[in-house]
């Protein structure tokens, strides 16, 4: 079974500021997929960066990269230099090459970006 | 670049009444998925389709069935609505040809509520 782990219901960030967004996931299957999505209070799902579990280099996409550890099963979502429009939920979300390749989510971690 | 287009985007029905929910994948996709959000959760997976084939099938109610055209455009029927159906549901489509490595697409949703 797959699972994504968030343990951050909820973070503040100062503008301009970096934050890092936890996750954490637990997959049997050697080959799989880490994304990371944001969803704005006005719902929609943005889809940010993503990782493959072969890459041998950390994903950046703009002011997002993601701090894979493979060996601990995690994968951070680091935003540079926060923006008020930052803020949202931001889920993170895993893919695997098995039978089924639907998308999983964690629970996701609330960003509010401070002035 | 043309995105996943859902229809409606607001939708209000009555305890068992039934609802119809549209959504039109990116061009020369070829899967869809449909994800149930309930307030203050995560996307949960219900359904997806791979070249008009169910390929998947997750926590989707008896009440609820989908379907996808030769188009390619996929509908969510669901029937005898229930106050807990109230949610907001997106479909999103892959190229599944990339497997796990491509994201989903997320259209903006529809928001269902049931009076």
């Known amino acids: 079974a797959q699972k994504i782990t968030q343990t951050q219901p909820g973070m503040f960030v100062q503008e301009k500021e970096a934050v890092t967004l936890d996750c954490t996931y637990d997959?049997?299957?050697?080959?799989?997929?880490l994304f990371w999505y944001k969803q704005p209070s006005s719902g929609e799902m943005i889809f940010l960066i993503y990782q493959g579990s072969y890459d041998q280099q950390n994903a950046t996409e703009g002011r997002y990269s993601l701090n894979f550890q493979k060996a601990r099963k995690s994968a951070n979502l680091v935003i540079s230099a926060s923006q008020l429009g930052d803020s949202a939920m931001y889920f993170c979300?895993?893919?695997?090459?098995?039978?089924?390749?639907?998308?999983?989510f964690g629970t996701g971690t609330l960003l509010a970006v401070q002035p | 670049a043309a995105g996943v287009i859902q229809s409606p985007r607001h939708l209000i029905k009555e305890k068992r009444e039934t609802a119809t929910l549209k959504c039109y994948p990116i061009p020369r996709h070829d899967t869809v998925y449909w994800y149930q959000q309930g307030p203050g959760q995560d996307p949960q997976f219900l359904i997806s389709?791979?070249?008009?084939?169910?390929?998947d099938k997750g926590s989707i109610p008896d009440r609820f069935s989908a379907q996808q055209f030769s188009d390619y455009h996929s509908e969510l029927n669901m029937s005898s609505l229930e106050l807990g159906d109230s949610a907001l549901y997106f479909c999103?489509?892959?190229?599944?040809?990339?497997?796990?490595?491509?994201?989903?697409?997320f259209g903006n949703g529809t928001r269902l509520t049931v009076t």
């Open positions: 997959t049997s299957d050697p080959s799989y997929g």
């Open positions: 979300a895993m893919r695997a090459s098995g039978a089924t390749n639907k998308l999983i």
């Open positions: 389709f791979y070249e008009k084939m169910q390929s």
């Open positions: 999103a489509s892959s190229l599944e040809g990339q497997g796990f490595n491509s994201p989903l697409h």
